[in-house]
C-alpha cells in the first residue's frame, strides 16, 4: 500500500482497469476483447482482494463496467473507487462534454451505476485538447463536488505532459504514461511528487503489447513504475484473474528486490 499524495487515501500498488468489462471496440490491444462474464469476473476481484488490491479504475465511457462495478463489489468500503467524467462513447464514437453541467450530470449517473453515494477519485477524461486551457467553471464544479463530499478526491488522466503540469495547479491526483518505451512524464511525476500530488500510471503494460515478440517484458514495464518515486499505484486493464495473479507476484519480487533482474 502507498499513500496516494495527500488525499489521505492508500491504494495498493496494482490497481485494476475496467475497460474491457464493459466495452469491445475502440481498444487498441493486440487481440480482440470479449466481455468476461460475471464468474470471471468475480474470480478475478477475489484473486485481486487476496493480493491486497484495493483500487478500481472505471469511467463511464468504459460501457457497462460501471453498472458492472455497482452489481459485484459488496464490500465497498474495501475498495477505492475512481471514476471519470467528460468523455461518452457511444457506438464506436467518443464524444467529449466538460462543461460543469455536464460533470454533474455524469457524476449522478455514475454514483446510481456503481449503487454508491460517493466516489474517491473524479477524474478529467481528457480529450487532449481541454488539457491546454482548464476552463475556470469546471475546476470549481470539480471543487465544489470534492467539499460537497460526493467525491474525495479530483484530477485528470491526462494525455500530454503539458496538461499534466497546468493540472498541478488544482489536482489532487493525476494519472499519466510511463512504460520502458514512454520516460517523457517522469519530470512531471517528481514534480507532482514534490507538490503532494498523486499519481497513477495507465498503460505501464503498453497497452497489452508488454511481453511481445522485441517488446520489454512484464517484469520490465511494471518495475519502471514501481521503482519510480512518487508512483503510487499501476492501473492495468485485465479480464484474466490469472493474468492478475501473476501481475501481482511479480510485482512482490521487484519490491521485495529492489530492481528488475
Known amino acids: 500500500m502507498r499513500e496516494l499524495g495527500k488525499t489521505g487515501l492508500s491504494v495498493s500498488v496494482l490497481g485494476l482497469g475496467t475497460v474491457k468489462w464493459g466495452r469491445t471496440l475502440g481498444l487498441k490491444y493486440p487481440t480482440p476483447v470479449t466481455l468476461p462474464d460475471d464468474d470471471e469476473l468475480n474470480r478475478l476481484l477475489r484473486v485481486a482482494r487476496d493480493h491486497g488490491m484495493n483500487l478500481i479504475d472505471t469511467a463511464p465511457a468504459y460501457g457497462i463496467a460501471e453498472e458492472r462495478i455497482g452489481r459485484l463489489i459488496d464490500d465497498r468500503e474495501s475498495w477505492v473507487i475512481a471514476t471519470k467524467f467528460g468523455e461518452q462513447f457511444t457506438e464506436g464514437v467518443s464524444r467529449f462534454d466538460f462543461s460543469s453541467r455536464a460533470l454533474r450530470e455524469s457524476l449522478d449517473a455514475s454514483l446510481r451505476r456503481l449503487r454508491t ?124 484473474s490469472t493474468n492478475v495473479e501473476n501481475n501481482a507476484r511479480i510485482a512482490d519480487d521487484i519490491l521485495a528486490r529492489g530492481d528488475a533482474p
Not at 467553471?137 to 470539480?142: G, P, Q, S, T, V
Not at 474525495?152 to 489532487?172: H, M, P, Q, V, Y
Not at 494519472?175 to 507532482?192: C, D, F, K, Q, S
Not at 505501464?204 to 518515486?229: M, V, Y
Open 117 to 240: 453515494d460517493r466516489v474517491d477519485l473524479l477524474l478529467v477524461h481528457s480529450d487532449g485538447q481541454v488539457e491546454h486551457r482548464f476552463p475556470h467553471d469546471l475546476i470549481e464544479a470539480l471543487m465544489k463536488e470534492r467539499d460537497a463530499g460526493r467525491v474525495r478526491a479530483i484530477g485528470i488522466s491526462s494525455k500530454t505532459k503539458e496538461g499534466g503540469f497546468a493540472a498541478l495547479d488544482w489536482a489532487d491526483v493525476l494519472m499519466v504514461t510511463l512504460n520502458p518505451e514512454y520516460r517523457e512524464e517522469v519530470e512531471l511525476i517528481r514534480e507532482a511528487s514534490r507538490r503532494g500530488v498523486g499519481i497513477l500510471v495507465k498503460k505501464a503494460l503498453l497497452s497489452g503489447h508488454g511481453g511481445g515478440t522485441a517488446r520489454p517484458s512484464i517484469r520490465e514495464c511494471l518495475a519502471t513504475s514501481l521503482l519510480e518515486p512518487g508512483v503510487s499505484s499501476i492501473v492495468i486493464g485485465s479480464v484474466s
